[in-house]
């Protein structure tokens, strides 16, 4: 059988391919790594405490925290402050921008964005959840504080991405301008080794995700578009299939591997679109473009969409190309789409 490398093997032959590389993005993949292997520990405990997710208020985006998410944030946080490659991160968490005022870490080229546990709620009944994360190159100068500009960046300048799903198997999914890689972790021997080498997301798939309770929130071009599907699957038995998980990371996945797509239109409720798109939407459309799929707000692309605040939500429709362009040339959302 053949050896499959781990993903410090993987990293390490990455970085000969630049000589001239100072290793801090290669070190922030490998902290990460290390940050989800201790949220992977409490999320997979199998005791009763794991189930103890215990609300503990409202976060910035304005979504219940649960012990969980309290977790994996500080984890991710702690991480990243003491890898000394990172010189301040936005989290979901956190309503303001954090910067790391080490020397060391304001000699640091690089800014964390990331949600801590995507779907956290999921866990109450044994469903995956997930960490996203993205790496910029900050904008401010090398040696100083960064500031909020350096995290209100087009997703087209992303430096790499990735997520973590938590589920029956736990793997790290990460894309830098070289394409996509998967990893497993491997509880025999505790690291995560290579799985899915060169990831492409299938030209076309069978599945549609979207959250099908607030379809007469969405705009009459969403209505007929979903009807369509489901008029040809009427037609042709399996022509189209409905899987929705609830968690970004879980459809996601799945999607990024077999072909579909995803949509979280705006709705009445959530007029600017409900996911956020520093550290939910732009990671997975950079994910997605690297594997050859495509990610749009209804009216541009995802990674072209400039930030104004860290918090900004954004509609998304993602997935297979030959998918997404199935969508009307012009959504029309009756909401604001930007």
């Not at 964390?112 to 999921?122: E, H, I, K, R, T």
């Not at 190309?321 to 012009?330: D, F, L, N, T």
Request: proline share 4%; with cysteine; aromatic share 10%.
């Amino acid at each position: 059988m053949d050896r499959k490398l781990t993903l410090d093997e993987f990293r390490l032959n990455e970085l000969r391919l630049f000589p001239g590389a100072t290793g801090e993005l290669s070190n922030l993949l490998r902290v990460l790594s290390i940050a989800s292997k201790r949220i992977h520990a409490v999320v997979n405990k199998k005791s009763p405490e794991k189930n103890d997710s215990g609300e503990r208020g409202i976060n910035a985006s304005g979504d219940t925290v649960k012990k969980l998410d309290q977790f994996a944030n500080e984890e991710m946080i702690n991480i990243l402050k003491g890898s000394f490659s990172c010189a301040g991160i936005v989290s979901e968490e956190e309503e303001k921008f954090q910067i790391f005022e080490d020397s060391r870490n304001c000699a640091s080229k690089y800014i964390v964005v990331f949600d801590p546990l995507d779907g956290s709620s999921n866990t109450d009944n044994c469903m995956p959840v997930g960490t996203i994360f993205a790496i910029y190159r900050r904008l401010s100068p090398i040696g100083t504080f960064c500031n909020e500009q350096d995290f209100l960046q087009a997703g087209k300048n992303i430096y790499a991405a990735g997520y973590i799903i938590y589920g029956s198997s736990t793997m790290f999914v990460y894309a830098t301008k070289r394409g996509v890689n998967g990893f497993t972790l491997d509880n025999n021997i505790g690291e995560f080794c290579l799985t899915h080498p060169s990831i492409r997301c299938p030209e076309s798939g069978t599945i549609y995700s979207v959250n099908e309770s607030n379809r007469y929130q969405y705009s009459q071009s969403i209505i007929d578009f979903l009807e369509g599907l489901q008029k040809w699957n009427s037609y042709s038995p399996g022509s189209y299939n409905f899987r929705y998980v609830g968690s970004m990371v879980a459809d996601l996945h799945r999607i990024l591997l077999e072909g579909g797509i995803f949509m979280y239109p705006a709705t009445a409720g959530n007029r600017s679109g409900k996911l956020r798109l520093l550290y939910e939407c732009n990671p997975f459309s950079f994910i997605f473009e690297k594997a050859g799929g495509v990610s749009v707000n209804g009216t541009q692309d995802i990674l072209d969409i400039s930030p104004t605040s860290i918090h900004q939500r954004c509609p998304i429709y993602i997935g297979s190309r030959k998918m997404v362009q199935m969508m009307p040339r012009s959504i029309g959302d009756r909401y604001n789409m930007t």
